[in-house]
Nanobody, 123 residues
């Protein structure tokens, strides 16, 4: 079992920035950030293949969010800039091992989830 610990959520005004961090208890191939608001399905915001650094971004966050990795620390960071009210959600870190199927950061199926961190953007 892989434990994922998120941090960095909070409240910010529109146009502001936040950095989310996710630390995995061990190295794992595909890591991603999802978000969910009440009544809506969880959506993949960004993902990264930790082996080759390939990334994926949801269209609505391209150019505003940046995903980076620190492999020795089994950590990913999501830098969120120019935040909008519609970015408000619970953000979850997710991870998939290489044997779980796809390791493409846009499609890897999460096998492990973090507890979530709330992001609130006020307009």
């Amino acid at each position: 079992q892989v434990q994922l610990v998120e941090s960095g959520g909070g409240s910010v005004q529109a146009g502001g920035s936040l950095r989310l961090s996710c630390v995995a208890s061990r190295y794992i191939t595909c890591m991603a950030w999802f978000r969910q608001t009440p009544g809506k399905e969880r959506e993949r915001v960004a993902g990264i293949n930790m082996n080759n650094g390939n990334t994926y971004y949801l269209d609505s966050v391209k150019g505003r969010f940046t995903l980076s990795q620190d492999n020795p620390k089994n950590t990913i960071y999501l830098d969120m800039n120019s935040l909008k009210a519609e970015d408000s959600a619970m953000y979850y870190c997710a991870a998939s091992p290489w044997w779980a199927g796809s390791v493409d950061p846009s499609t890897c199926t999460p096998q492990h989830w973090g507890q979530g961190t709330q992001v609130t953007v006020s307009s």
